[in-house]
């Protein structure tokens, strides 16, 4: 049972565009959401996250969205450069318990110069 | 500050092999986690130390994986015997905080099995 769904699986963004994953989640208890950037032979690394009393969070060029009562929240990558290529992961944590994380599937991003 | 490290950081065995996979956080981090990524799958939680004491062990696949963290400092992941469905890259990740929070994450150890 997945309780992090992502998509799109990948992605290809021409420079300048706007590259946009989705991710929704079930548990109702999750209440912080981070966005991981990987790149190969990398470790994830924390990108830009959100709780869910705000609806948008923006950090440069990275927006999250987030729809509380739709479960769902948003990475919005404005001007997209090559230099985001890269697999992106949504996560969701509660914050009681081993505040562990729950993942998404991942993303691959790939942006064309 | 040096980051989350991890040791080896590629391992091949045959199955039924044992493989010892190490893990360094950051310094003065009391949280220590594992993850396992199976090729396109999530990444998937396996077990969560509060320095020495494993606070959350529920992802754990079977009695085949043991975690150490000696002293509240380094942690080990041991898998004997190890199974083809084994294989995938291993993440260890640290945070300073008890609480909701970033987790820094090692740059993964890729274990396949043969």
């Known amino acids: 049972q997945q309780q992090v769904k992502q998509s799109p699986q990948s992605l290809i963004v021409q420079k300048g565009g706007i590259s946009i994953i989705n991710c929704a989640y079930e548990n109702t208890a999750f209440d912080y959401f981070p966005w991981y950037q990987q790149f190969p032979g990398k470790g994830p690394a924390l990108l830009i996250a959100i709780r869910p009393d705000v609806s948008e969070k923006k950090e440069g060029r990275f927006t999250i969205s987030f729809n509380k009562s739709a479960k769902q929240f948003s990475l919005h990558i404005m001007d997209s450069q090559p230099g985001d290529s890269a697999t992106y992961f949504c996560?969701?944590?509660?914050?009681?318990?081993?505040?562990?994380?729950?993942f998404g599937t991942g993303t691959r991003l790939k942006v064309l110069a | 500050e040096a980051g989350v490290t991890q040791f080896p950081s590629h391992s091949v065995i045959e199955k039924g092999q044992t493989v010892t996979l190490r893990c360094d956080p950051i310094?003065?981090?009391?949280?220590l986690y594992w993850y396992r990524r199976v090729m396109g799958k999530e990444i998937k939680f396996l077990l969560h130390?509060?320095?020495?004491?494993?606070?959350?062990e529920s992802g754990m696949p079977n009695n085949r994986f043991l975690a150490e963290r000696t002293g509240g400092t380094y942690s080990t992941l041991k898998v004997q015997p190890a199974e083809l469905e084994d294989s995938g890259v291993y993440f260890c990740?640290?945070?300073?905080?008890f609480g909701v929070g970033e987790q820094y994450f090692g740059p993964g150890t890729r274990l396949t099995v043969t």
């Open positions: 990740a640290s945070s300073q905080d």
């Open positions: 996560a969701a944590s509660r914050a009681s318990g081993t505040y562990k994380y729950i």
């Open positions: 130390f509060v320095k020495e004491s494993k606070q959350d």
């Open positions: 310094s003065g981090h009391d949280n």
